[in-house]
């Protein structure tokens, strides 16, 4: 009995140990496995033949493969993620592209300048006021405005000043104005976001579309006139105020604050891919807003007399209303369009405190 059971026992281990060489034969034989021998042996070619070109593995790791990794988490299993040289590539077009066409819309801006000169009152100035934004309209203007003025500037030296001021500056100083334009941009944005929100609730319903507002587009209105006389009716907002107000505050800014929430708080368990493509929207969306605004700003300032005294002290003469905005001014004559309030203190016709 004793007998029988040892030599089971042997016979089972002979048998063990015979298809144990034979698995461990066919493992160490180059025809089991080979992509990966293959791969070796490509490995050791191209290191003789090409010394230091490592293009087979960094096509391995382009190929996003999953790799092994203890660490528990979100694509925490993709080492290397080879999207981001497309990223980076593509930033770089995007951002050459669109710094080419903002610089060249300010060259536009100073062309236009010398040749039609500052918009100015055809009429004399009454020396009656009419309200054309209140305290409150003007508060939320002026948050929304120099949040996206600040956001502008430093997302402008985070793009481009490794290129262009880095040469000038220096390393020191453009480390100090990068770390610096860094924070004021992520911290800012947040605060643009609630202004934003609070000005488009306050500005929607004076720059809704109306029937006569295509006379203006057809016209330009009048933009194009160096002698300013085409007169154009419009509201109380014409209907380039209006295209900037739903193009610029409304579509740009709200994709510039969703992407710019994704980037500003990675935390947020998002992949690196999702980031990329935040950050491509986000590069597009601002350069093409920051272009916009030139544009609104350079009418706002020095492109029309009077408009900056509207928004800065919140009365304008009735002769500017009745050139500018002669619908609105209709209106408000007529009574069908509260006045607004007096002014504290007398001002001068352009609107001004005296
Ligand atoms: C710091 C630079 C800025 C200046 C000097 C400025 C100037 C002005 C002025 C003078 C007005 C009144 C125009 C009128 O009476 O019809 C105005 C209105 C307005 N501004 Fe600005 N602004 C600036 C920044 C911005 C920015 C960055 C935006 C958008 C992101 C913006 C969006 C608007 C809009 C939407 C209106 C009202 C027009 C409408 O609702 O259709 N402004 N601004």
Redesign the pocket.
């Known amino acids: 009995m004793a007998s029988l059971t040892l030599k089971r026992a042997a016979g089972a281990w002979l048998a063990a140990l015979v298809l144990g060489l034979a698995a461990s034969a066919q493992a160490q034989s180059p025809a089991a496995n080979p992509p990966e021998a293959d791969f070796a042996k490509q490995q050791q070619a191209q290191q003789q033949s090409q010394p230091l070109n490592n293009q087979p593995v960094w096509k391995e790791v382009r190929s996003g493969q999953a790799q092994t990794s203890t660490v528990r988490g979100r694509e925490t299993n993709v080492l290397i993620q080879s999207q981001g040289q497309t990223w980076r590539a593509a930033r770089v077009t995007v951002s050459t592209a669109l710094g080419g066409l903002i610089a060249a819309l300010v060259l536009v801006l100073f062309g236009y300048y010398f040749w039609r000169g500052s918009i100015e009152l055809h009429g004399a100035p009454t020396g009656r006021v009419i309200e ?2 209140s305290p409150a309209k003007r508060i939320a ?2 948050s ?3 949040t ?2 600040a956001l ?1 500037v430093t997302g402008l030296i985070l793009t481009f000043g490794k290129s262009l001021l880095l040469p000038i500056i220096g390393y020191t100083l453009f480390s100090w104005l990068a770390t610096l334009a860094k924070n004021v941009h992520n911290f800012t944005g947040p605060v643009f976001s609630v202004a ?1 929100l609070i ?1 488009i609730f306050m ?1 929607a319903k ?2 809704l579309p109306k029937a006569y507002d295509l006379q203006w587009m057809a016209k330009f209105g009048g933009m194009l006139d160096r002698s300013g006389n085409t007169h154009v009716p419009s509201g ?3 209907a380039g ?2 295209g ?2 739903w193009s ?2 409304v579509v ?2 709200l994709v510039l604050v969703v992407t710019g929430y994704i980037l500003n708080f990675p935390n947020f368990d998002q992949t690196r891919e999702t980031m990329q493509l935040a950050n491509i929207v986000h590069l597009v969306a601002a350069l093409l ?1 920051i272009a ?2 030139c544009l ?2 350079y ?3 020095v492109g ?1 007399k009077g ?6 002290y919140g009365y ?1 003469d009735e002769t500017w209303a009745k050139e ?2 002669g619908l609105w001014y209709d209106d408000v004559m007529s009574g069908k369009v509260p006045r607004g309030t007096e002014p504290a203190a007398p001002t001068l016709p352009q609107g001004r405190p005296a």
């Open positions: 054309r934004f203007h002026w929304m405005g120099l996206f003025v502008g934003l000005f500005y004076d720059n109380k907002f014409n105020e209006k900037l107000f610029l505050v740009v800014s807003g916009m605004a609104h700003i009418m706002g300032t029309m408009a900056l005294d509207a928004m800065r304008v500018h905005h």
